[in-house]
């Protein structure tokens, strides 16, 4: 009998060969033609102006990374809520709701510190400020 390692060695050796095969032969069969433009950074063609850091909102990769872990939190419910009859039957009804409390107890504790450090909180425009100002 042989070993299952022998296997998954070879895949290895082949899923690393076949990628470095394929680069090494295309960089020896492309053709080489240096040019500046090649060189040159843009975007979508036209010729950069300004400077290259720019300052984005912080707000909208923390709503991003909210809804990631709110998303995840649907992928990690829904399988349970398909077993829960089965759950309840099986272990009582503390066994199979339990987990589950906790779980949304800890999302809504993370849920309600990233609300009071202002991480769902939208920055107002200057202008949005003076209509609400008018009003």
Do not use: C, H
């Not at 040019?35 to 063609?45: D, I, L, M, P, T």
């Not at 003076?130 to 009003?135: A, F, I, L």
Request: charged letters at 15%.
């Amino acid at each position: 009998m042989s070993n299952p390692w022998i296997a998954i060695g070879a895949l290895a050796v082949v899923a690393v060969l076949i990628p470095a095969g394929m680069i090494a032969v295309s960089s020896l069969l492309r053709p080489t033609v240096p040019e500046q433009g090649k060189r040159a950074v843009y975007e979508s063609g036209e010729v950069p102006t300004g400077n290259t850091r720019i300052r984005f909102n912080i707000q909208y990769y923390m709503v991003a990374l909210l809804f990631v872990v709110f998303d995840i939190e649907t992928v990690l419910i829904f399988p349970w809520t398909v077993i829960y009859r089965d759950a309840v039957a099986n272990a009582g009804l503390a066994k199979a709701l339990g987990p589950m409390l906790v779980f949304i107890g800890v999302l809504v504790v993370g849920l309600g510190w990233a609300w009071r450090n202002g991480a769902v909180k939208w920055v107002r425009s200057p202008r949005a400020e003076r209509q609400r100002v008018e009003q």
